[in-house]
């Protein structure tokens, strides 16, 4: 199992990096001495069992918790992360997994919630124009904005939402399971767009349960597991190893097969049959 | 993405070439058919609803359609009518106010304790019963959001409570009568339009489209979007502008337009305005749509639902005030029996959604106008009131039937 955090060529200018973050809830440790590094213009794909602390940590990065110790330096500074708004500011954009949009405005509604242009006199036609100057950089496919979301699948919402998070131009965006609802087609699409993002420049962290997923846009795969680091992957390591960093065992469904498969190919070469 | 052929270029918003744009007059006919179709009403039911009723009372008795009838319909519109416009804004964030009627009692019963029986001066008077009624929507708010207090309860609770109030100051009298003669009661029994006011404000509608209209239009090419068509524009503003004036002409052959119905759609348009093109409106919307959604889109939801609660309880003040005036006098039975039950009706036939998130301010107007005429064409046929509640309450079950047959509808088409 490689370890080094710094393995994979750095893409651009280190975004985030945290260092010894360490979460209590009461007697529970969500996590415990997290280290993690995020560059501009790199996918780091966050894997982990259920309450491994994934969900935690972009919370933290999100400013909905505060970490009980540790220190996040963002851009080369170090900050803290007392609420939403402060993250928002900062430049950390986050796409929650129930995307938070409001099904009964339209999509530019949508994308300016809590943004309005002149609030007073809301600017219809520059916010509109925003928001296919935003949807067409993301090459995303979506009809009409002036239809209310209700209408979109579930691809196009996941659009919207990204689209959203887009607008205050961060510099690092938070996706927690994209893709978990969407069918193949719109995962595909999805996956697309995260490629797209990543073009722009931006750090990308992004949950995700599939490997499938990750594998496909990761440049790096941070395992955690009971809340702590649990290595890091290149995105062509072996399901073995991955499977084995997430659930912490070597002896699983996916090693037995690995084992099983190994065990035929020597006991044919033992039997010297020539291999196919 | 590569569009070749085309000697201009495409609109930003209309590049997909997988969506049936409409373009030019026939289009928007098109448009609008089809949203009707796929269960976008908007306020459809509620005119032809408007058409059928007037109909039936006009076949049974004439005089319901006289100008007379109609301005007198319009001067009792006003008052349960302002009272709606505050329902439409605790609907909009999908809470409820019950205590409306109790709290529009009470104004009035302030207004003439404080003018008549202490002297002050009557805009004071009227001044105070407003500041009540936003501080009593306020606490409502209060208990919302800090104790969590179901809006239903806690005004429910108020309903009874203020009506408590009001049946204390009104004292062992139980009546206050207002003077005749004073500028309140003119205002709110006789006070109508000048002719040439009344035709100009009917042109006003038009014009403010046709502006608003143009300059959008200018701007959308100016920002390559797509631009809807001039000629609907046109179309829609000739029609609107020659309905007001032909309706202001009816009206004017007997008193004319009540200043006091003016004020009502002064009011409406005034609040159309902030619910729709202000970001306080977008706010109230989006929390009543997704109130989850809404805080993280950074949105103080706590201010939102304040704002929605004491507007509608300064509203209801204002409709007492109103109602005083109407009557000429402050009693006990102001603001209950069916005040309360009529202002709700009234913003939800008028098509403002009970489950927040969908509606608008002419809803209000054009509910009570339905209302209005039910209980003014029974009056005529001198049918009791036993018989006006039930059909009042037939005409509030269809129109929630035809709003959720609607939702039904749009959910099959996917639209919200």
């Known amino acids: 199992m490689s370890e080094s955090p710094q393995m994979s060529a750095s893409v651009g200018e280190l975004v985030l990096s945290l260092r010894g973050i360490s979460k209590n809830f009461g007697a529970v440790s969500a996590l415990t001495d997290i280290d993690f590094d995020v560059h501009a213009g790199e996918v780091v794909a966050l894997v982990g069992d259920n309450g491994a602390g994934k969900s935690t940590l972009v919370k933290i990065l999100a400013g909905v918790h505060q970490p009980s110790s540790g220190t996040i330096n963002f851009r080369g500074r170090p900050v803290t992360l007392p609420d939403p708004r402060a993250a928002l500011t900062l430049g950390i954009a986050t796409v929650f997994q129930d995307l938070a949009l409001c099904e009964n405005l339209d999509v530019v509604a949508n994308i300016f919630l809590g943004n309005e242009l002149s609030p007073l006199r809301l600017d219809e036609v520059a916010m509109e124009m925003r928001a296919w100057t935003l949807l067409n950089e993301l090459s995303a496919r979506i009809p009409s904005v002036r239809e209310a979301v209700a209408s979109l699948s579930g691809g196009q919402r996941q659009t919207v939402a990204i689209a959203r998070s887009l607008l205050l131009e961060p510099k690092l965006i938070l996706l927690d399971e994209p893709t978990a609802a969407l069918g193949v087609a719109q995962t595909a699409e999805v996956l697309n767009l995260i490629d797209r993002v990543r073009a722009r420049g931006l750090g990308v962290v992004m949950i995700s349960h599939n490997m499938e997923d990750v594998r496909a846009v990761a440049d790096r795969i941070v395992v955690l597991r009971l809340g702590r680091n649990n290595g890091v992957f290149e995105p062509d390591a072996s399901n073995q190893d991955l499977v084995s960093a997430i659930t912490g065992a070597s002896n699983n469904a996916v090693s037995r097969r690995v084992e099983r498969l190994r065990m035929e190919r020597d006991q044919s070469a033992q039997a010297g049959e020539p291999r196919p | ?416």
């Open chain 2, 1 to 416: 993405m590569t569009e070749q052929g085309n000697s201009t270029p495409l609109a930003l918003d209309r590049a997909d070439a997988r969506v049936k744009h409409e373009a030019g007059l026939s289009g928007a006919v098109h448009t609008f058919l089809n949203r009707v179709r796929s269960g976008d009403l908007g306020s459809l039911p509620v005119i032809v609803g408007l058409v059928v009723i007037w109909t039936v009372f006009t076949s049974l008795n004439p005089v319901f359609v006289s100008s007379s009838n109609l301005v007198n319909l319009l001067f009792d519109c006003s008052t349960v009518g302002v009272i709606a416009l505050g329902i439409v804004c605790v609907l909009m964030v999908g809470e409820i106010d019950l205590s409306v009627g109790s709290i529009s009692g009470f104004a009035s019963a302030l207004v003439g304790t404080l003018w008549v029986n202490q002297g002050w001066p009557v805009a004071l008077a009227i001044l105070a019963a407003l500041v009540f009624g936003a501080l009593i929507g306020s606490l409502y708010a209060l208990l919302f959001n800090r104790l969590g207090m179901p809006s239903f309860v806690s005004t429910l609770a108020g309903l009874l409570a203020v009506l408590g109030m009001q049946l204390y100051i009104l004292g062992s009298t139980g009546s206050i009568n207002l003077p005749y003669g004073s500028a309140l009661v003119d205002f709110g029994q006789l006070m109508v339009m000048p002719k040439w006011v009344s035709y100009t404000l009917a042109v006003i509608p038009g014009l403010a489209m046709l502006i608003t209209g143009f300059r959008s239009v200018a701007r959308r090419r100016a920002a390559n979007l797509s631009t809807p068509s001039v000629a609907g524009l046109v179309l829609r503003v000739a029609t609107i502008t020659i309905g007001l004036e032909l309706i202001v002409a009816y009206l004017n052959q007997s008193r004319g337009i009540p200043w006091m119905f003016g004020l009502f759609v002064g009011l409406v348009v005034a609040m159309n305005y902030a619910l729709t093109r202000t970001k306080w409106g977008r706010s109230m919307t989006a929390v009543g749509g997704n109130r989850e959604a809404a805080r993280r889109a950074g949105i103080k939801v706590r201010a939102i639902y304040l704002s929605a609660f004491a507007l509608c309880s300064l509203f209801a003040a204002l409709g007492g005030v109103l109602a005083a005036a109407r009557l000429a006098s402050a009693s006990q039975q102001a603001g209950t029996g069916d005040v309360n039950l009529n202002a709700i009706a009234a913003a939800v036939i008028g098509g403002t959604s009970l489950f927040g998130g969908r509606g608008s301010a002419y809803s209000a107007l054009l509910g009570i106008i339905v209302i209005q005429s039910i209980a003014s064409g029974l009056t005529l046929l001198d049918l009791s009131s036993s018989l006006r509640y039930m059909i009042t309450g037939a005409v509030l079950a269809i129109a929630v039937i035809v709003d959720s047959l609607a939702r039904r509808s749009r959910a099959s088409h996917g639209r919200a």
